[in-house]
């Protein structure tokens, strides 16, 4: 018997192997096994099983099975062929992203060795007198005690305890190190609440997916506040009673805690969540535990759409319109929200879209009826905020103070907010404490030597950083490269500068700040929401890691500092972006009986996005922007393919990008070529970057399928090398233009 396999490498080559009599009746196609490739045992997936092979020559033996037990599942495997042909990702590096190398089902904690005193003989240790006093202790304990806690009485616990083990006056046990997971969660109450017309509707459709056992998509599209969770905990109780099991995608880490916490007050010790912030332990004990069937509900980031769960009957994806579901690098570059529709399809589970900005391009499906629109209008408790929006170049010159951070009436109203005992979020989506450090003679912008990238200035402790390929600099820029003037100065606003303002002007209010500096784990995140939650903070500074999501009775005002932030981008979505972020942000404001209010600050208050969004107007700028789309051939109307190459050398990435433009001979019906031209960050991490965009009109082309033809033959006629220096990427679907 042989079996074909494919490694993790860029490569789409599979190789045939022996099986070994003693795994021939363990084997199947999407086992992972450990096979020799070149000198070294590298972990792969069987592809193929057959009985002869054609291949010439000597044929190595597998050597081991990964997991103990199947962890792969006819379905799964199916998603992992899709991921490769729908990527342009050899499947042994798209197995790979579903199935981890360093995850598997024989993953053992750690333990630690316990002793307990089980004779009643001391005398028989008269002459060993450690060992007696370690005995003598061990008999007051009456209980299990860890070894290395015996320091006390002697400096080798080890040696000793198994001296008396030896002699029968103790046990010794081993006892599993259970990771750390409480740290994971918080807000563990579940709101026993009266669902409102809309939300017992919603659930009802969602059910009647359910039960028929098919396919079903939706678009949940609620306003913020609208009670979406307490629907998703009534759709996975549904499912859960058919013994199905049920993935919940969140977008930002930060989120997972809380509404984990609520899951598992209702259904407890079944509730797995999953991120990257997980300790090692805590992964691969999770991850066990999952295969083994242990957890029903897997809640997490974006990977966690590939979670090993048996018999999946829902997938949510909570605030579907968010780029951290697609993975930029490395391969595939996929999209959390269309691997959950096609495996939702593979498994005919019910997958629901959600969210109160759904992307366009949800939102188109569910208008041409792709997907089945729910709407929830109305918020779950209270009212809309009232939103003020200030217009600050008209503000400056009034009080003829430039360069102002806050507004008076912004300020005005977080006094009140204050003294109210209500609290506060405030939105900048910039970390750091200045975003630029510039010439002030000559303009001239202080750039990352590796990126091209304006390096950013952080206050406490006092560093420059690029905030692409995170080298920081202690040293701080003191002349001009330009120009060679000593005249520098830090400019802009980042969120460690608008603290340090906080704290001076509002010195007896109680601030954090909420940004990935401080996020560096996964507890410190909680820690922080947990405290707002608890009212020990008056006022919460973020960036858009507390936009979106979270759910604070008590937080009655929210600020946007700079509403402009990223609405300039060359990137045919910046504006829908922009205008989410504002939209969600203010739905932080007034979740509970206290209306909430909204300060919008902007330069550009004559900008579509700003007064749609300022005056909450969804639906129309959403059609505005339809409209736009549909004129320049942009998704949702057309399918996007982006060639990006990269390298070191700026002549060699000019060159391979020629010749990829130079080996199309025709251009078909309904496809259009953008470029090539050099990425808007033309430079990062010390490779130049340029660019080719392709786009195809859905009008000819429905499913994608003649773009990924065409995309196909340029990459052989072009025989450029997709892995080596410059390499060219193939983005599917790109979220960045940039
Ligand atoms: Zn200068
Ligand atoms: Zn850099």
Not at 275 to 287: G, V
Not at 355 to 378: C, M, V
Not at 412 to 418: A, M, T, Y
Not at 590 to 610: H, L
Request: contains cysteine.
């Amino acid at each position: 018997m042989f079996a074909d396999i494919s490694f993790p490498i860029s490569s789409y080559q599979v190789f045939t192997y022996k099986v070994p009599n003693n795994l021939k009746s363990h084997l199947s196609i999407g086992m992972r096994v450990k096979a020799p490739l070149g000198s070294r045992n590298v972990k792969g997936i069987i592809v193929d099983i057959k009985k002869t092979t054609n291949f010439i020559g000597s044929i190595k033996s597998i050597k081991e099975m990964i997991d103990d037990q199947p962890v792969l599942d006819k379905n799964l495997w199916k998603l992992i062929q899709w991921l490769s042909k729908y990527y342009n990702c050899p499947i042994g590096v798209s197995a790979k992203t579903v199935l981890p190398n360093n995850l598997s089902t024989k993953y053992e904690l750690k333990t630690q060795l316990y002793v307990k005193a089980i004779k009643n003989d001391q005398e028989l240790l008269n002459r060993a007198k450690i060992q007696k006093a370690v005995y003598k202790y061990l008999q007051t304990k009456q209980a299990l005690v860890p070894v290395n806690s015996l320091k006390d009485y002697c400096s080798n616990p080890n040696d000793i305890c198994k001296e008396l083990y030896s002699k029968e006056f103790v046990e010794l046990v081993k006892v599993p190190i259970l990771p750390k997971l409480a740290g994971l969660t918080f807000d563990p109450i579940y709101k026993d609440i009266q669902f409102t017309k809309n939300q017992s509707l919603a659930i009802k459709n969602i059910i009647s997916a359910i039960d028929s056992n098919n396919f079903k998509s939706f678009l949940l599209h609620g306003v913020t506040g609208s009670g979406k969770t307490e629907i998703y905990i009534e759709a996975a109780r549904h499912v859960l009673r058919k013994n199905k099991t049920v993935i919940i995608l969140l977008p930002e880490i930060a989120l997972t805690s809380q509404i984990a916490g609520r899951f598992k007050a209702v259904f407890g010790e079944t509730v797995a969540v999953w991120h990257s912030k997980l300790s090692r332990p805590a992964r691969s004990w999770t991850w066990k535990k999952i295969c083994l069937g242990e957890y029903k509900v897997v809640i997490g980031a974006r990977s966690s759409i590939f979670a090993p769960l048996k018999n999946l009957g829902m997938i949510i994806v909570d605030e579907e319109q968010e780029d951290s579901y697609k993975q930029e690098s490395p391969n595939p570059r996929y999209h959390a929200r269309d691997v959950a529709l096609i495996r939702g399809k593979i498994n005919k589970a019910t997958v629901v879209l959600s969210s109160a900005t759904p992307s366009l391009e949800s939102y188109y499906n569910s208008k041409i009826k792709k997907l089945d629109y729910i709407y929830l209008p109305e918020r779950f408790s209270g009212k809309y905020p009232k939103v003020d929006i200030v217009d600050m170049i008209k503000e400056s010159k009034e009080s003829d103070k430039y360069g102002e951070i806050f507004s008076k009436l912004l300020i005005e109203k977080i006094e009140n907010r204050l003294s109210n005992k209500e609290q506060i979020i405030l939105l900048h989506n910039r970390r750091g404490f200045s975003p630029a450090i510039k010439c002030n003679d000559c303009g001239e912008i202080c750039m990352c030597s590796h990126c091209k990238i304006a390096l950013t200035f952080h206050s406490n402790g006092k560093y420059v950083q690029c905030h692409f390929c995170n080298q920081i600099n202690t040293t701080l820029p003191e002349v001009c490269l330009k120009c060679n003037s000593y005249n520098i100065q830090l400019s802009g606003t980042g969120t460690q500068k608008i603290e340090n303002l906080l704290k001076s002007q509002f010195s007896n209010a109680s601030i954090a700040r909420l940004d990935t500096d401080v996020a560096k784990s996964g507890n410190n995140i909680t820690k922080i929401l947990q405290d707002f939650s608890n009212r020990k903070i008056d006022i919460l500074l973020g960036t858009q890691m507390i936009a979106k999501g979270l759910d604070f009775a008590n937080a009655t005002l929210v600020g946007i500092i700079n509403a402009d932030t990223g609405l300039y981008l060359p990137d045919y979505r910046a504006g829908e972006k922009a205008f989410q972020l504002i939209y969600q942000s203010a739905g932080r404001s007034g979740r509970g009986k206290i209306p909430g209010e909204v300060v919008i600050q902007s330069y550009n208050t004559d900008n579509a996005v700003i007064k749609h969004a300022t005056k909450l107007e969804l639906k129309k700028y959403y059609d505005v922007c339809l409209n736009e789309r549909e004129s320049l051939d942009y998704p949702p109307f057309s399918w996007i393919v982006k060639f990006e190459v990269r390298g070191t050398k700026k002549n060699h990435v000019e060159n391979s990008i020629n010749r990829i433009t130079d080996s199309i001979k025709h251009m078909p019906k309904g496809i259009e070529k953008l470029g090539p031209a050099y990425c808007y960050r033309e430079k990062l991490k010390d490779n130049y970057r340029m660019q080719i965009i392709f786009k195809s009109k859905k009008k000819y082309d429905p499913v994608g399928a003649r773009l990924q033809k065409f995309y196909n033959s340029i990459i052989i006629n072009s025989k450029i090398n997709v892995s080596r220096n410059p390499q060219l990427i193939v983005d599917v679907n790109p979220t960045s233009l940039l």
